[in-house]
Every structure is written in structure tokens, then in C-alpha cells.
């Protein structure tokens, strides 16, 4: 599994560009709820980054647990606060607890980071800290997402809370593996004026939606729902766009 180790704020700056925290913790909610937790539940983040649905869901009332590779986000997810969240720096497919959660989540492409001949046998073990009654839920990103956003080389800029960032990325595609190589330069000013240079690399593997439901069954699941994003809509008919599955 590949990781991120450049600095967690740099990270918030981008993650602001792709994500609306607000509904990932409105949807995040309702799940547990339906789980019997309408506060008070525990959640466990897999590839948590800088804990930012971690910290949002402690504001409604939830404890929980951020699992991530990266030092570096995880020394900002701490620093940032948020009593009863605990973090954990390990692999998610070499992550282990006794614990038993309401609510476990996976999301912003964390699945597409591991090989494939690992997912089913990280469904089996997050099936087991799951509480009866508990929910997974699920976003990766999908075949369709892949092709349509392929670029051998792009540009790409940030800007929020007086950072600037650019992003230099360049990406090669294995087609004998399905494995997506990106390499990254990211270009950081700071509100001071003060520019920093980061390299990163990640490896991502692509998925179906078919792919995950077989292996959310073959380990024990069932699938109880499917939305295009994190709000109460069907995903597009074509496999087109975001999807999020949700699991019991």
C-alpha cells in the first residue's frame, strides 16, 4: 500500500478542492443512526488522512478511531485536537483491533490503494469489528472515473486559507495489473510568501462496482444501499460518477 508524506495541511488545502465535509458528515450520521447511534457511537476511519470526518463527527457527538500510513497527516489529525479520537498509524491491510465499532468507513479512494487480492480478506476483518447492527460504508473510485479523468501529465491548482498549491502529476498506467502510478510534485506558498517543494508518489488499482459487491458477499455482507455521492440519490444508470455502497 502506498501513502502520502507531505505536510497535513497541504492536504486539507486539496482535499477542500474534491470534498464537501459538511455532507459526508450529514450521510455519515444517518448511517449511524440506523445503526442506534444517534450520538454516542464509535467510528473507525480507515485511511483517515488529517482526521477531518473524524474531528466533524466528534462534534455530533461520536468517538472514534483514524487508522492512516502517513506520519505526516496523522501529526496534524493530532495536533488538531478532538478528545475521544485516538489515531493509529498502520497499513489498513495490516491495521488490527479488538475493538467492535457502529460505524466503519472507507472513503475518498482508500480501497484503490491496495492491491485487489487484498480487499476481500480486509472485508472479512472489518466485518469483524463491525457491532451487530453496524454499517460499512464504502467509496472507491471506479472504472469509468479512471478513464474519463486520464491524463498523462497535469496541472492542477489549490487555494484555500491563504495556502496556494500546484500540483505537477504525472501518471502511467499498467494495463497488465490495472495499476495507476501517480507522481506528484506539489508546489506550496504559504500566507508568509514562504514556497516549499513536496514530492509524493501513490499506486492505485482500478475497481468495479461489481468487483466490491462480490466481495462484500463473498466475505459476509449484504448490500443495503448504493448512492451516486454522499446524499440520498441513485448513482447514474451508465456507472458514471461517484458511487457509494454501504454495507451491513
Known amino acids: 500500500m502506498t501513502g502520502f508524506e507531505f505536510p497535513g495541511q497541504y492536504y486539507e488545502v486539496i482535499r477542500k478542492s474534491f470534498r464537501d465535509v459538511d455532507a ?7 448511517w449511524l443512526e440506523k445503526s442506534g447511534r444517534a450520538s454516542g457511537g464509535r467510528v473507525l476511519d480507515l485511511g483517515c488522512g ?17 487508522v492512516d500510513t502517513s506520519a505526516a497527516f ?32 472507507c472513503v475518498f479512494a482508500t480501497l484503490n490503494l491496495i492491491p485487489p487480492e487484498q480487499l476481500a480478506p480486509l472485508l472479512r476483518r472489518i466485518r469483524g469489528w463491525l457491532k451487530p ?9 471506479h472504472l ?8 498523462p501529465y497535469m496541472i492542477a491548482h489549490h487555494e484555500a486559507d491563504g495556502v496556494l498549491l500546484t500540483r505537477l502529476v504525472r501518471t502511467t498506467v499498467n494495463g497488465h495489473t490495472a495499476c495507476w502510478r501517480n507522481e506528484e510534485t506539489i508546489v506550496a506558498r504559504d ?9 509524493n508518489r501513490f499506486d492505485q488499482w482500478v475497481l468495479t462496482a461489481p468487483q466490491i459487491r462480490d466481495a ?5 455482507f449484504a448490500v443495503v444501499a448504493e448512492h451516486g455521492g454522499f446524499r440520498d440519490a441513485p448513482p447514474a444508470p451508465i456507472g458514471k460518477g461517484p458511487l457509494v455502497q454501504v454495507a451491513a
Do not use: C
Open 216 to 220: 462484500l458477499t463473498a466475505s459476509g
Open 50 to 66: 488529517t482526521g477531518t470526518n473524524l474531528r466533524a463527527l466528534r462534534e455530533r457527538g461520536h468517538t472514534g478511531v483514524g
Open 74 to 105: 496523522l501529526e496534524r489529525a493530532s495536533a488538531l485536537g478532538g478528545d475521544g479520537v485516538d489515531y493509529v498509524r498502520a497499513a489498513i491491510t495490516e491495521f488490527d483491533t479488538a475493538e467492535t465499532f457502529d460505524l466503519v468507513v
Open 24 to 30: 459526508e458528515t450529514a450521510y455519515f450520521s444517518t
Open 191 to 199: 500566507p508568509d510568501g514562504t514556497v516549499s517543494m513536496h514530492a
Open 144 to 151: 469509468l472515473g479512471f478513464v474519463d479523468a486520464y491524463q
Open 133 to 141: 447492527g453496524g454499517h460499512l460504508v464504502l467509496e472507491a473510485a
